[in-house]
Nanobody, 130 residues
Framework: QLHLVESGGGSVRNGGSLRLSCAAS????????MGWFRQTPGKDPKEREG???????????WYADSVKGRFTISQVNAENTVYLQMDDLKPEDTAAYYC????????????????????WGQGTQVNVSS
């Protein structure tokens, strides 16, 4: 059974950077999609926002409009790890960030798909102050 462990969250000021890591307990197959979601305080887990995804062994990536040009998702197969580099962070990026894995389709992150037939990590908190 796949397990995902996130790390790298923390507190930064507006405009700062953080790199989140998601370590998988097994090899990431080309048939896996890996992605990041975020959940803001008071929101139900069903309302998690898909932030970024990487599929096809790293050949295809997807980003939410709100993070395009600021966040970069990458995959290092030798480390069984997916990274989310977050630059130019804004207070509205404050959330708990969750790593996820699922088999496509879809190739973009969808909460109900991961919940139904994928895997969630435990989450890591990101706080951005103004």
């Amino acid at each position: 059974q796949l397990h995902l462990v996130e790390s790298g969250g923390g507190s930064v000021r507006n405009g700062g950077s953080l790199r989140l890591s998601c370590a998988a307990s097994r090899r990431i197959y080309n048939s896996d999609c890996m992605g990041w979601f975020r959940q803001t305080p008071g929101k139900d887990p069903k309302e998690r926002e898909g932030v970024a995804a990487i599929c096809d062994g790293g050949d295809n990536s997807w980003y939410a409009d709100s993070v395009k040009g600021r966040f970069t998702i990458s995959q290092v197969n030798a480390e069984n790890t997916v990274y989310l580099q977050m630059d130019d962070l804004k207070p509205e990026d404050t959330a708990a960030y969750y790593c996820a894995s699922w088999s496509p389709p879809p190739f973009h992150p969808v909460v109900v798909v991961v919940t139904a037939r994928g895997t969630w990590g435990q989450g890591t908190q990101v706080n951005v102050s103004s």
